[in-house]
């Protein structure tokens, strides 16, 4: 039978770059500040990195085995979707090269240059920059010669090199590889400050340093070429074949496929053009890569932005550079002079980062692990800080004697060392470490902590829509709800004895958790809305959507006369506003300061309404392949408070960007005297005004501030701290 792939579809890696373009419209953004704009090129090409080891692997793998097995949504094959990504990244990057060069032109008027060795401005300025690079860099340089007797060196993933064409002084015209490492992290730092005057920033990137004194490391050869260039690997490796024969523990088992990942085939060259003339074919033969020369990609910038920390170190005190400070404020929602868990067992709380601080989900752990009354302390984590407070207070918590378990997911792509480690830690203190089931990842974002109370059992849960981590709670924005409601106590704590016997919930009363009772709950409740026709609506935020099924529902209830509103920040298999399939489907796109990962799902209108926080995406991994928990909303004022989120998101006429039929983006038109609406900026601001507001009605009672502290108890210890200087000045005086 033919398969018929419809004009509603597109394709899943197309649809990625399309964000990442997104990203990179930011670097382009001239009224950003311009460290910020530095900062967007960078994640555009970290964003890049992971796209090629992850997604351009996995296609690459399927080349190999059968090229027959094409997308479910539009009929390419591997081979027809690695063209098509190599051809559109090949589009992308001259417009970041030209985000680059434009930044470092408007840095100069802030005194801040980047330099290139073969350009000094003086002489004693060359003459300082060769005797750098001698004392310096020379002596740690660790050089090869590729030939008969020496074997091509291996090259790391990520990682910055010199190739260089040598010829031997004795005359021979036979032409030898020489390979030089250029990113040694832990012998020299990727920048060089030059010397200047004070106020004036001058770099030099390693890599441009060590290629134009090149001769000098090679110094019994004749440089007949030189490039920098960078090798990226495939990163996609399948943990779960890897457990099929093995009898040892996971974490045994995820070590060993970590130093396997650095060894896996290269999928991308990038060039370094200023420095080279190198035929691009016949540089990826000579270093014995077998690939496209599609993929084969020469720029006019540096092929690495690691380096962008460093510089924004330098200049701190140039405010106009950044963006204006923002500090995560106390939760409108969270008293801060109350106990967390008893606040949660009177009411709902939400919290929404990074606009409030996490600080509040930090306190409730703190109170569980010193609580006479906590049984058990129960989470799953995926992705936490390297200096996690969390994983801190469930140590504490173990060491007081508390029954703790941690389901740590070794398999969170790209964090599983820092995920080992922490489980190795965890695991020494007493607490119980599962690594959760065969097959399926937990990328579920769960917290139980049982108390008990006289003979009456008492749960605090806690669903979010993203990681237990510090740091990125600043950066990320999510939700997070907090509850004492003994239903999502009873099902969190069925969630985790499945888990703990490696067995997924088959089925659960009041939470949503996949692969088995997510996706099935999300299609009846868009069939009922069907049955509403043009009376019905949906509203979802996420950050992708794939999974073909809930598309194609989406499609028949657009047709039927549904409304739905889709805001997606990356991935979007579906094109809105095809005539006859998606005419009543909107898809908006917001792209800013903060990474948009919080998951909103709205069904209904009115009574009839359905409101759910999330950590699931309707990507099929999600929904088929991974442990995810979905929370209904119950308290009415926070879904008063959800509803105004989705309302002003949807109303951002800044950073939003409309999908167009044709799939493309652009940035949604204002209308005639609308203001501004700069969904991030105005959620900030609305936070500090809740602040604010808090600590003057604390301030009227007499209470607590955001400080701490009653505020009667700070005027009575700021008299007695005035009255003590006041005496040991007296006393200093005799």
Avoid at 330 to 359: C, H, I, W
Avoid at 554 to 569: D, F, M, P, Y
Avoid at 593 to 607: A, D, T
Wanted: charged residues 30%.
């Amino acid at each position: 039978m033919k398969e018929i792939f419809n004009n509603y579809f597109d394709n899943r890696e197309l649809s990625w770059l399309k964000f990442n373009e997104r990203v990179l419209e930011e670097a382009e953004d001239c009224s950003l500040p311009l460290m910020e704009r530095l900062n967007f090129v960078s994640i555009f090409c970290s964003n890049l990195d992971e796209f090629f080891m992850v997604r351009a692997g996995t296609l690459h793998d399927q080349t190999l085995l059968k090229d027959g097995k094409k997308d479910n949504k539009t009929g390419l094959t591997p081979s027809e979707q690695l063209t098509k990504i190599a051809a559109r990244t090949a589009e992308l990057l001259p417009r970041k090269e030209n985000a680059y060069r434009k930044i470092i032109e408007g840095l100069k008027e802030y005194g801040v240059e980047q330099v290139y060795p073969d350009n000094p401005r003086n002489g004693e300025e060359a003459q300082w920059i060769e005797k750098y690079f001698t004392k310096e860099i020379l002596p740690l340089l660790s050089p090869t010669v590729v030939d008969k007797t020496h074997p091509l060196p291996f090259l790391k993933n990520k990682e910055l090199y010199a190739g260089i064409a040598l010829k031997s002084h004795g005359g021979s015209k036979h032409i030898v590889l020489g390979v030089v490492p250029l990113t040694v992290s832990d012998v020299f730092k990727r920048i060089v400050f030059l010397p200047c005057e004070e106020g004036k920033i001058r770099f030099m990137l390693m890599e441009d340093l060590i290629i134009n004194f090149v001769d000098k490391v090679f110094p019994n050869f004749e440089v007949c070429d030189r490039n920098i260039f960078r090798i990226t690997r495939n990163a996609d490796i399948d943990a779960d074949e890897a457990l099929f024969d093995h009898d040892v523990d996971f974490r045994n088992v995820m070590e060993e496929l970590i130093k396997k990942r650095k060894k896996l085939a290269p999928i991308r060259i990038e060039l370094f053009a200023r420095t080279s003339t190198i035929d691009k074919e016949l540089l990826a033969k000579k270093l014995g890569l077998e690939m496209s020369g599609d993929f084969v990609f020469v720029q006019n910038c540096p092929l690495d932005f690691g380096f962008v920390g460093e510089i924004r170190d330098k200049l701190t005190d140039k405010a106009e550079l950044f963006f204006n400070v923002r500090i995560p404020q106390q939760p409108a929602m969270v008293k801060k002079n109350r106990s967390v868990t008893e606040q949660a067992e009177k009411g709902d709380m939400l919290l929404f980062y990074p606009y409030e601080n996490f600080g509040a989900f930090i306190r409730l752990l703190d109170e569980a692990a010193v609580d006479p009354a906590v049984v058990s302390i129960k989470i799953t984590l995926y992705r936490v800080a390297r200096d996690s407070k969390i994983v801190n207070a469930l140590i504490r918590a173990a060491e007081n004697g508390k029954d703790v378990l941690a389901l740590v997911e070794l398999r969170a792509r790209f964090d599983e060392e820092n995920n080992i480690g922490w489980a190795k830690r965890l695991s020494d203190a007493g607490v119980t470490v599962i690594y959760g089931l065969d097959g399926l990842k937990v990328h579920s974002k769960l917290l139980l902590i049982t108390r008990r109370i006289g003979n009456e059992i008492k749960y605090v849960t806690q669903v979010g829509t993203g990681n237990y981590n510090e740091r990125t709670s600043k950066l990320y924005t999510d939700l997070t709800l907090i509850t004492g409601d003994k239903e999502f106590g009873t099902d969190a704590s069925l969630i985790f004895n499945n888990l703990s016997v490696g067995v997924a919930v088959e089925s659960s009363s009041t939470l949503w958790v996949a692969p088995n009772c997510l996706k099935s709950r999300v299609v009846e409740m868009i069939d009922r809305e069907i049955t509403y026709g043009k009376e019905g609506y949906i509203g979802i935020k996420m950050n992708s959507l794939t999974d073909i099924d809930i598309i194609q529902k989406l499609v028949e209830a657009s047709r039927r006369g549904v409304k739905v509103e889709l805001i997606i920040r990356g991935i979007c298999c579906l094109v809105a506003g095809i005539p006859g399939f998606t005419d009543n489907i909107t898809v908006v796109s917001i792209v800013g300061r903060f990474l948009e990962h919080s998951r909103i799902y709205i069904f209904g209108k009115n009574e009839r309404r359905r409101l759910y926080i999330s950590s699931a995406d309707f990507m099929t991994r999600n929904t088929e392949r991974r442990v995810e928990v979905a929370a209904p909303i119950k308290d009415k004022a926070i879904q008063t408070k959800l509803l105004a989120i989705f309302d002003t998101m949807l109303k951002d006429n800044v950073k939003a960007r409309i999908q167009l039929p044709d799939g493309t983006y652009v940035h949604k038109e204002r209308k005639e005297g609308e203001p501004l609406l700069d969904s991030q900026q105005f959620f900030y601001e609305q936070a500090y005004r809740n602040a604010e507001a808090a600590k003057t009605e604390n301030e009227k009672k007499g209470g607590y501030d955001l400080n701490g502290g009653n505020s009667s108890d700070r005027k009575e210890k700021a008299v007695v701290k005035a009255k003590t200087v006041v005496k040991v000045r007296r006393i200093s005086k005799k």
